[in-house]
């Protein structure tokens, strides 16, 4: 058997970056209590990740690895441009949480396309299809996160301008 050690490295990585992603969407949804409509998008993303979550704790599992609880730098990293700055604090935490979200889905798929590559390396064509599946869910999440933003920036102005 081969040694599948990066592999599982990886699918920890990735396990790691969508309980993150979990924890940082359930703040994320506290902040967007004023746009139902983005509330229900946070939910959906967070219902979506869990799941991901789960299915990739499992294929780690099935190769037999040790799950690796701690939160994914890399992600928090990710967010830090986003985060609020002086003057700022609450006013547009909506929108560049948004912008945030968008981003997630972005990084998932690159994640995601890596963890393809090393999977068809191994042989591990089990892997491979539950990868593609949530690079399709990440693709959709991210093409309905950008068909809000626009709308969510100009209700955000609107909402200033009064």
Known sequence: MTNK????DWLNDAYRM???????????????????EIVIIIRDQIKQTRKQSIVVRSEIERLGGQ??????????DLTSPFQYTAGNIDRDRVVKNAMTQHAFEHFNHAAYTALIKAAEFYNE???????????????????????KLSGLVERFLGKQAN
């Open 5 to 8: 050690k990066i592999l599982i």
């Open 18 to 36: 969508e309980q993150t992603v979990v924890k940082i969407l359930e703040g994320y949804e506290i902040d967007a209590e004023d746009y139902p």
């Open 67 to 76: 799950i690796v609880e701690s939160e994914s730098m890399e992600l928090i």
């Open 125 to 147: 064509p089990q892997t491979i299809t539950i990868c593609h599946k949530i690079m399709a869910e990440d693709k959709e999440m991210a093409q309905t996160i950008q068909s």
